[in-house]
């Protein structure tokens, strides 16, 4: 006999039911730099509510499929990584399935990871659930319930009815300093644009002939012909994944508002320029991209739009004098690469092994006692931050968050004994190997 399925009819409630959950440490966001503190969270032994609100875990690193992995090594002929933890992992496991595409500037030693966003994105989220972390996706942060310093808890709203998160520490990884500003402590924004882009994967290029394309090239024309094709931006990269039929995109930008409104209409803009970039690689360079074509559009990515007053600011001489401060937790060596114009990205190199760090102290809110930020919203002025904001610092951050609440317990994350926290983090702080 075959069974029959059923239904039931049921009306919503006068006064909806809250899921309540509680945990020693919340992450809101779960980009690279959330899952990093999840992860290393419940590596100590700490239970763990890891929320997002997209409906899958990663971040811009999968959404806005930003591509490539970089600030994890220093520059140079004797480049060395500098920041490990679950950065060793996603090295050797997504190399290990040809995942993760290695890459080595010739002229200055920089070393940089192109990857899958689609095989990242399962690696972590196979990760996060074989740490034993609970997950909550698809979830707007409402309300923060702060008590003097203390985050006490936060309410979520999702699909489902509203979610209720307990927890003795908690770290904003938001990328917008969410948590901050609805906790009612000061933020900082940009008082000009800083411009986001819209990354994309193209396919149906030759990929033979593709060897030949020299991007300087491709800048050239851009700068000369660009705005004919509605382009606003003249450099950037186009970078093929040796091995695949698909090819990287990284040539767009568009200001990145904190309006609900103007941001649905900045999802247009950057696929517009998107298509635009596609007839301009048809027309200006038909021999590689004839046929070539939009293969996925990411989500919009955005570079710096709000994020913490810290007890310390990070600043840009901070980082040319590679001064080691008393608290610092984490090491970073990419480049000042600033989204402040339409047309051009603003660069400032270092030398050779130049090395600088990321002090406790521009992680911490002022005033908020178990709260802690990582990943592109801590405290720094425009041209640091521009700096910090990659996947490698962010992975470190994220660490240094975790061991920072872990140590910290049901007290200040002021309180802790710096030494034994930089003892934790020995190897992205010392390690040279």
Known sequence: MTPSSGT???????????????????????????????????????????????????????????????????????????????ADDLIADLTAEGSL??????LTGTVTFQYDEVRLGRW???????????????????G???????????????????????ASG???????????????????????????????????YDTNAVKDLVVKDVHARLAEKGDAYGLVRHDGFLM??????????????????????????????????????????????????????????????????????????????????????PDAVARCAWWVELHNAKDLVHWEGFPPDHVYYIPLGAMLPQKADNLVAAGRCIDGDLEALSAVRVMGPCIAMGAAAAHALALAGSGSVRDVDMRQLQQRLHDNLERRD
Not at 101 to 106: A, G
Not at 191 to 197: E, I, L, M, N, Q
Request: some cysteine; charged content about 20%.
């Open 8 to 86: 039931r009819t049921i009306q919503r409630p006068t006064r909806l039911a809250t899921k309540t959950t509680s945990a020693d440490i919340c992450v809101l966001g779960a980009g690279i730099s959330g899952v990093s503190a999840a992860l290393e969270a419940a590596r100590l032994g700490r239970h763990v509510v890891l929320v997002d609100a997209a409906p899958a875990l990663g971040g811009q690193a999968i959404g806005s499929i930003i591509g490539t992995i970089i600030g994890l090594y220093t520059h140079g002929p004797a480049a060395y990584q500098i920041t490990h933890g679950i």
């Open 101 to 106: 595409h290695r890459r080595i500037s010739v």
């Open 124 to 142: 972590i989220e196979r990760k996060v659930q074989e740490a034993g972390v609970d997950v909550i996706v698809g979830a707007v942060l409402t």
């Open 144 to 166: 923060v319930d702060v008590d003097g310093g203390r985050v006490r808890h936060a309410e979520f709203a999702t699909r489902f009815g509203p979610v209720h998160v307990e």
């Open 170 to 204: 908690f770290v904003d990884a938001s990328g917008d300093a969410t948590l901050t500003y609805e906790s009612g402590f000061e933020v900082r924004e940009p008082d000009a644009p800083v411009y986001g882009s819209m990354n994309f994967l193209i396919e149906g």
């Open 240 to 325: 093929h994944f040796p091995g695949k039929s698909f090819m990287l995109a990284n040539v767009t930008h568009f200001e990145t508002p904190l309006d609900p409104l103007q941001s649905g209409r900045m999802v247009a803009e950057g696929r517009r320029q998107a298509d635009r970039v596609i007839q301009f690689l048809r027309a200006e360079f038909p021999r590689i991209f004839a046929n070539a074509g939009v293969r996925t559009y990411g989500n919009p990515g955005l570079r710096q739009t709000r994020w913490i007053v810290g007890d310390r600011q990070l600043t840009v001489d901070d980082i040319r004098r590679g001064d080691r401060p």
